[in-house]
């Protein structure tokens, strides 16, 4: 697994970005650029070219939802979102996602996924 990787954190709450960049950095990653909605996430992703975005569905301006529609197939993306409905997490893993982890979550699952989809 490639830690040198560069990550998009993609959610609406500043604290909630910097929960999980504590938890990446905790194993080992170090490249993060962070955005906080959609239209913002898709810019920052064609600037950026990340290898892995973590996206949370519910997000100003333009949802996660329609980011995942435009940039699912093209890179690696783990949904992270308080919305744990089957039929939302269905559609996301159809539109591209390669994992969803549901809010609350704990450190381990969120290592555990992201080894997983980065392995």
Same mark, same amino acid.
């Not at 450190?107 to 992201?114: A, F, M, P, T, Y």
């Given at each position: &697994?490639?830690?040198?990787?560069? *990550?998009?954190?993609?959610?609406?709450?500043?604290? &909630?970005?910097?929960?999980?960049? /504590? $938890? #990446?950095?905790?194993?080992? !990653?170090?490249? !993060?650029?962070?955005? +906080? /909605?959609?239209?913002?996430?898709? =810019?920052?992703?064609? =600037?950026?070219?990340?290898?892995?975005? #973590? #996206? /949370?569905?519910? &997000?100003?301006?333009? /949802? +996660? &939802?329609?980011? #995942?529609?435009?940039? %699912?197939? =093209?890179?690696?993306?783990?949904?992270?979102?308080?919305? %744990?409905?089957?039929?939302?997490?269905?559609?996301?893993?159809?539109? +591209?996602?390669?994992?969803?982890?549901?809010?609350?979550?704990?450190?381990?699952?969120? *290592?555990?996924? $992201?080894?997983?989809?980065?392995?």
């Amino acid at each position: &697994m490639d830690k040198n990787i560069k *990550i998009l954190i993609a959610d609406d709450s500043a604290f &909630m970005r910097k929960v999980l960049k /504590d $938890i #990446l950095a905790g194993a080992g !990653f170090s490249k !993060f650029v962070e955005c +906080g /909605d959609g239209k913002e996430c898709l =810019a920052k992703y064609e =600037a950026e070219k990340p290898g892995l975005v #973590l #996206l /949370d569905i519910i &997000m100003p301006v333009v /949802d +996660g &939802m329609e980011v #995942l529609k435009k940039i %699912g197939t =093209a890179v690696k993306v783990l949904v992270i979102s308080a919305v %744990g409905q089957d039929k939302i997490i269905e559609e996301t893993k159809q539109h +591209g996602a390669v994992g969803y982890i549901v809010k609350p979550f704990d450190r381990k699952k969120v *290592i555990d996924e $992201i080894t997983k989809v980065l392995s």
